[in-house]
T-cell receptor
Framework: AQRVTQPEKLLSVFKGAPVELKCNYS??????LFWYVQYSRQRLQLLLR??SRESIKGFTADLNKGETSFHLKKPFAQEEDSAMYYC?????????????FGKGTLLTVNP | DGGITQSPKYLFRKEGQNVTLSCEQN?????MYWYRQDPGQGLRLIYY???????QKGDIAEGYSVSREKKESFPLTVTSAQKNPTAFYLC???????????FGDGTRLSIL
Protein backbone atom coordinates (compact mmCIF):
# COMPACT_ATOMS: atom_id res chain seq x y z
CA ALA A 1 0.00 0.00 0.00
CA GLN A 2 1.15 3.51 -0.67
CA ARG A 3 0.74 6.35 1.77
CA VAL A 4 1.70 10.02 1.94
CA THR A 5 1.95 11.90 5.22
CA GLN A 6 2.08 15.65 5.60
CA PRO A 7 2.48 16.14 9.34
CA GLU A 8 1.61 19.86 9.42
CA LYS A 9 -1.95 20.93 8.68
CA LEU A 10 -1.03 24.59 9.07
CA LEU A 11 2.24 26.43 8.68
CA SER A 12 2.69 30.12 9.25
CA VAL A 13 5.87 32.09 8.50
CA PHE A 14 6.86 35.68 7.96
CA LYS A 15 7.81 37.10 4.60
CA GLY A 16 11.49 36.53 3.89
CA ALA A 17 11.79 33.59 6.26
CA PRO A 18 12.73 30.12 5.07
CA VAL A 19 9.92 27.64 4.71
CA GLU A 20 9.89 23.85 4.67
CA LEU A 21 6.78 21.78 4.08
CA LYS A 22 7.29 18.21 5.14
CA CYS A 23 6.24 15.13 3.22
CA ASN A 24 6.95 11.51 4.09
CA TYR A 25 5.85 8.56 2.06
CA SER A 26 5.46 4.82 2.35
CA UNK A 27 5.94 2.73 -0.76
CA UNK A 28 7.83 -0.46 -1.38
CA UNK A 29 8.91 0.23 -4.94
CA UNK A 30 10.38 3.19 -6.77
CA UNK A 31 7.92 6.06 -6.47
CA UNK A 32 7.37 9.22 -8.40
CA LEU A 33 6.76 12.20 -6.11
CA PHE A 34 4.96 15.45 -6.87
CA TRP A 35 4.05 18.68 -5.14
CA TYR A 36 0.76 20.29 -6.12
CA VAL A 37 -0.39 23.75 -5.07
CA GLN A 38 -3.84 25.29 -4.81
CA TYR A 39 -3.94 29.07 -4.57
CA SER A 40 -7.10 30.75 -3.37
CA ARG A 41 -9.84 30.56 -6.01
CA GLN A 42 -7.60 28.72 -8.45
CA ARG A 43 -7.46 25.15 -9.61
CA LEU A 44 -5.03 22.62 -8.24
CA GLN A 45 -1.84 22.72 -10.27
CA LEU A 46 1.48 20.93 -10.42
CA LEU A 47 4.30 22.78 -8.68
CA LEU A 48 7.14 20.35 -9.24
CA ARG A 49 8.06 16.70 -9.58
CA UNK A 50 11.15 14.98 -8.28
CA UNK A 51 12.46 13.65 -11.59
CA SER A 52 12.63 17.18 -13.02
CA ARG A 53 15.02 18.31 -10.33
CA GLU A 54 14.13 21.90 -11.11
CA SER A 55 13.22 24.93 -9.06
CA ILE A 56 9.78 26.43 -9.59
CA LYS A 57 8.91 29.81 -8.07
CA GLY A 58 11.98 29.41 -5.87
CA PHE A 59 10.80 26.08 -4.44
CA THR A 60 12.88 22.92 -4.52
CA ALA A 61 12.27 19.40 -3.28
CA ASP A 62 14.70 16.52 -2.99
CA LEU A 63 13.70 12.91 -2.84
CA ASN A 64 15.44 11.22 0.09
CA LYS A 65 14.87 7.49 -0.32
CA GLY A 66 16.66 6.66 2.91
CA GLU A 67 14.31 8.81 4.95
CA THR A 68 11.39 8.30 2.51
CA SER A 69 10.87 12.03 2.41
CA PHE A 70 10.19 14.67 -0.21
CA HIS A 71 10.19 17.95 1.68
CA LEU A 72 9.41 21.20 -0.14
CA LYS A 73 11.71 24.12 0.61
CA LYS A 74 12.06 27.78 -0.19
CA PRO A 75 14.78 29.98 1.30
CA PHE A 76 12.78 33.23 1.35
CA ALA A 77 8.99 32.99 1.53
CA GLN A 78 6.80 35.53 -0.25
CA GLU A 79 3.23 36.53 0.53
CA GLU A 80 2.06 35.12 -2.80
CA ASP A 81 3.26 31.68 -1.68
CA SER A 82 0.29 31.49 0.67
CA ALA A 83 -1.69 28.48 -0.53
CA MET A 84 -2.59 24.86 0.16
CA TYR A 85 0.19 22.46 -0.74
CA TYR A 86 -0.28 18.76 -1.41
CA CYS A 87 2.38 16.12 -1.70
CA UNK A 88 1.47 13.20 -3.97
CA UNK A 89 2.92 9.85 -4.91
CA UNK A 90 2.54 7.75 -8.01
CA UNK A 91 3.41 4.13 -7.59
CA UNK A 92 3.04 0.94 -9.52
CA UNK A 93 1.40 -2.40 -9.12
CA UNK A 94 -0.82 -2.20 -12.17
CA UNK A 95 -2.21 1.20 -11.23
CA UNK A 96 0.66 3.36 -12.32
CA UNK A 97 -1.61 6.18 -13.31
CA UNK A 98 -2.95 6.68 -9.80
CA UNK A 99 -1.88 9.39 -7.40
CA UNK A 100 -2.05 9.13 -3.64
CA PHE A 101 -2.28 12.53 -1.96
CA GLY A 102 -1.35 13.70 1.49
CA LYS A 103 -3.88 15.69 3.49
CA GLY A 104 -2.25 18.96 2.62
CA THR A 105 -0.52 21.82 4.42
CA LEU A 106 -1.98 25.31 4.42
CA LEU A 107 0.89 27.78 4.21
CA THR A 108 0.34 31.35 5.31
CA VAL A 109 3.06 33.91 4.69
CA ASN A 110 2.57 36.98 6.85
CA PRO A 111 3.80 40.44 5.85
CA ASP B 1 -7.66 26.78 -24.55
CA GLY B 2 -6.92 23.16 -23.72
CA GLY B 3 -7.88 21.75 -20.40
CA ILE B 4 -10.47 20.14 -18.23
CA THR B 5 -13.95 21.57 -17.86
CA GLN B 6 -16.17 20.66 -14.94
CA SER B 7 -19.80 21.64 -14.70
CA PRO B 8 -21.72 22.87 -12.95
CA LYS B 9 -19.63 24.92 -10.56
CA TYR B 10 -22.24 24.57 -7.81
CA LEU B 11 -24.82 21.82 -7.44
CA PHE B 12 -27.54 21.18 -4.93
CA ARG B 13 -29.04 17.79 -4.22
CA LYS B 14 -32.29 16.91 -2.55
CA GLU B 15 -32.63 13.89 -0.32
CA GLY B 16 -33.01 10.68 -2.32
CA GLN B 17 -31.91 12.29 -5.54
CA ASN B 18 -29.13 11.24 -7.89
CA VAL B 19 -27.03 13.99 -9.42
CA THR B 20 -24.44 13.87 -12.19
CA LEU B 21 -21.28 15.95 -12.34
CA SER B 22 -19.77 16.56 -15.75
CA CYS B 23 -16.09 16.37 -16.66
CA GLU B 24 -14.79 16.98 -20.17
CA GLN B 25 -11.17 17.20 -21.36
CA ASN B 26 -9.70 18.21 -24.69
CA UNK B 27 -6.14 17.19 -23.84
CA UNK B 28 -6.46 13.80 -25.55
CA UNK B 29 -5.52 12.14 -22.26
CA UNK B 30 -6.15 8.44 -21.80
CA UNK B 31 -6.71 8.45 -18.05
CA MET B 32 -9.29 10.37 -16.05
CA TYR B 33 -10.01 10.57 -12.34
CA TRP B 34 -12.54 11.76 -9.81
CA TYR B 35 -11.49 12.99 -6.38
CA ARG B 36 -13.37 14.21 -3.40
CA GLN B 37 -11.84 17.05 -1.38
CA ASP B 38 -12.93 17.61 2.21
CA PRO B 39 -11.34 20.02 4.70
CA GLY B 40 -8.50 18.30 6.50
CA GLN B 41 -8.84 15.15 4.39
CA GLY B 42 -6.87 16.03 1.31
CA LEU B 43 -7.94 14.45 -1.97
CA ARG B 44 -9.45 11.01 -1.94
CA LEU B 45 -9.84 8.98 -5.11
CA ILE B 46 -13.38 7.95 -6.00
CA TYR B 47 -13.04 6.33 -9.43
CA TYR B 48 -10.56 6.32 -12.25
CA UNK B 49 -10.45 5.22 -15.85
CA UNK B 50 -7.36 4.39 -17.86
CA UNK B 51 -9.15 3.72 -21.14
CA UNK B 52 -12.54 4.11 -22.75
CA UNK B 53 -15.21 1.67 -21.55
CA UNK B 54 -13.14 0.68 -18.53
CA UNK B 55 -12.94 2.11 -15.01
CA GLN B 56 -11.87 1.06 -11.52
CA LYS B 57 -12.98 1.88 -8.03
CA GLY B 58 -10.79 4.14 -5.99
CA ASP B 59 -10.61 4.37 -2.22
CA ILE B 60 -14.11 5.73 -1.57
CA ALA B 61 -16.30 4.47 -4.44
CA GLU B 62 -19.38 3.55 -2.39
CA GLY B 63 -22.38 5.65 -3.32
CA TYR B 64 -20.87 6.82 -6.61
CA SER B 65 -20.96 5.59 -10.20
CA VAL B 66 -19.17 6.57 -13.39
CA SER B 67 -19.11 5.85 -17.09
CA ARG B 68 -16.47 6.28 -19.78
CA GLU B 69 -18.16 6.03 -23.15
CA LYS B 70 -15.95 8.64 -24.79
CA LYS B 71 -12.29 9.43 -24.28
CA GLU B 72 -12.98 13.06 -23.49
CA SER B 73 -15.81 12.55 -21.01
CA PHE B 74 -15.97 10.98 -17.54
CA PRO B 75 -19.21 11.88 -15.71
CA LEU B 76 -19.67 11.10 -12.04
CA THR B 77 -23.07 10.28 -10.54
CA VAL B 78 -23.57 10.82 -6.84
CA THR B 79 -26.34 8.44 -5.90
CA SER B 80 -28.79 8.58 -3.02
CA ALA B 81 -26.73 5.82 -1.40
CA GLN B 82 -23.98 8.34 -0.70
CA LYS B 83 -24.99 9.52 2.75
CA ASN B 84 -22.53 12.36 3.07
CA PRO B 85 -22.21 13.87 -0.40
CA THR B 86 -21.46 17.46 0.60
CA ALA B 87 -17.94 18.08 -0.68
CA PHE B 88 -15.82 19.62 -3.38
CA TYR B 89 -15.35 17.27 -6.34
CA LEU B 90 -12.33 17.45 -8.60
CA CYS B 91 -11.81 15.81 -11.97
CA UNK B 92 -8.33 15.19 -13.36
CA UNK B 93 -6.65 13.58 -16.33
CA UNK B 94 -3.21 12.52 -17.45
CA UNK B 95 -1.49 11.13 -20.45
CA UNK B 96 0.85 8.30 -19.73
CA UNK B 97 1.95 6.32 -16.76
CA UNK B 98 3.14 8.52 -13.91
CA UNK B 99 2.66 11.74 -15.81
CA UNK B 100 1.36 14.71 -13.80
CA UNK B 101 -2.38 15.04 -13.56
CA UNK B 102 -4.22 18.12 -14.79
CA PHE B 103 -7.19 19.28 -12.75
CA GLY B 104 -10.48 20.99 -13.41
CA ASP B 105 -11.93 23.87 -11.38
CA GLY B 106 -14.15 21.57 -9.37
CA THR B 107 -17.83 21.25 -8.50
CA ARG B 108 -19.15 22.06 -5.05
CA LEU B 109 -22.04 19.81 -4.10
CA SER B 110 -24.37 20.70 -1.27
CA ILE B 111 -27.49 19.14 0.19
CA LEU B 112 -30.77 21.03 0.28
Amino acid sequence: AQRVTQPEKLLSVFKGAPVELKCNYSYSGSPELFWYVQYSRQRLQLLLRHISRESIKGFTADLNKGETSFHLKKPFAQEEDSAMYYCALSGGGGSNYKLTFGKGTLLTVNP
Amino acid sequence: DGGITQSPKYLFRKEGQNVTLSCEQNLNHDAMYWYRQDPGQGLRLIYYSQIVNDFQKGDIAEGYSVSREKKESFPLTVTSAQKNPTAFYLCASNDRERQPQHFGDGTRLSIL
